[in-house]
């Protein structure tokens, strides 16, 4: 589990590629394919459920091509760690998941382990989605299987890092915290969201700094430049009104009005409920107070 000392490299360069096609994310995230859910309370496990829990999980974001059809797969990118291409997630039976029974797409996503025995790689985040509640899976999966099935075959990534033998031991019965314990709550959507994985810094290996959650100060490099992602502790958030982080995450706008550039992940976080943001918010809030990252 700790050989993945460029994994955040290869997290980088895959943004880059996401952010740098054409109409990216924004043509993922606003594609006829996808319905809004509006801001629904979802918790049932209905197709509406499903599609909120996969933005709120950014699923859509490296399962898409630039310009390519939502989970058809087929963003690859080259970097010194490998080549590495998001699969195809469509119910297509010869080159998706359309031949994955819901329990095999149960351990792909949360242990990172296919039905071939094999491991995913990176930057597939399954360090957060081993966390992912029964329920939410399910309904991801429902959704993912209610899409239409895309033929488009896509080459398997090759890795010149060692993967880890695993990603944990196997993964039980995950229950989500209760939706009044905002606390709670407000940690278990930090932690599918992956907003860590951005917002922590990391040590020279690549590795997430945990002491230091959520103190920023990642440098994201890309063709907008570089960008630094923020302290999201009560350093870096206390004059801050909820409804201004609200907007920050939601809309991409800071309390000036400026826009955040990537890749902060706003257009699949957009539909996220108030209910669900104020828990965030909440989780934000009592984390441990700290200056900005850099972890050394
Ligand atoms: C940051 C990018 C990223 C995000 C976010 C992400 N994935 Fe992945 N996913 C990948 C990559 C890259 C691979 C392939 C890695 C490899 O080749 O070993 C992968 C592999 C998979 C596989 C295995 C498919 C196969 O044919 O091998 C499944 C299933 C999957 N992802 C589903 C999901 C779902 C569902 C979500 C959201 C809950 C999600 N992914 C979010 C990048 C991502
Ligand atoms: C892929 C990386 C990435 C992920 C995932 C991500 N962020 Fe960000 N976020 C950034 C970057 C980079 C910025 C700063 C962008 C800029 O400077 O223009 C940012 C900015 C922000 C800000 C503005 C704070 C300030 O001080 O201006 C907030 C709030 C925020 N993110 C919250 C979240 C939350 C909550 C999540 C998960 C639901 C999340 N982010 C997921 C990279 C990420």
Known sequence: MRAFGHRILIVVAFILVAMAGPGAAQTAATSPAVTSPGVTSPGA????????????ADCMACHTRPGGTPFAGGREVGTPFGTISSPNITPDPDTGIGKWTDAQLAKAIREGVRPDKSLIGPPMPIEFYRDMADDDLAAIIA????????????????????????????????????????????????????????????NEKGELVRAKLGAGGQVIEGPWGKTVS???TPTGLKDWTDAQIAKAIREGVDRNGQHYRPPMAYEFYKNINDADIS??????????????????
Not at 149 to 174: C, F, M, W
Not at 279 to 296: E, F, S, V
């Open 279 to 296: 828990a965030i918010i909440t989780y934000l809030r009592a984390l441990k107070p700290q200056p900005m990252g850099p972890a050394n």
């Open 230 to 232: 923020r302290n999201l």
């Open 45 to 56: 496990t209905s197709p509406g459920a499903g599609e909120y829990m996969m933005r709120a």
């Open 143 to 202: 959704y993912l299987r209610a899409q239409p099935a895309v033929k488009n075959v896509v080459p398997r990534s090759t890795y010149r890092i060692p993967l880890p033998p695993s990603y944990g031991p196997p993964v039980g019965k995950v229950k989500a915290p209760a939706r009044r314990d905002k606390l709670k709550y407000g940690q278990y959507l930090v932690t599918i969201g992956h907003c860590m994985e951005c917002h922590t810094p990391r």
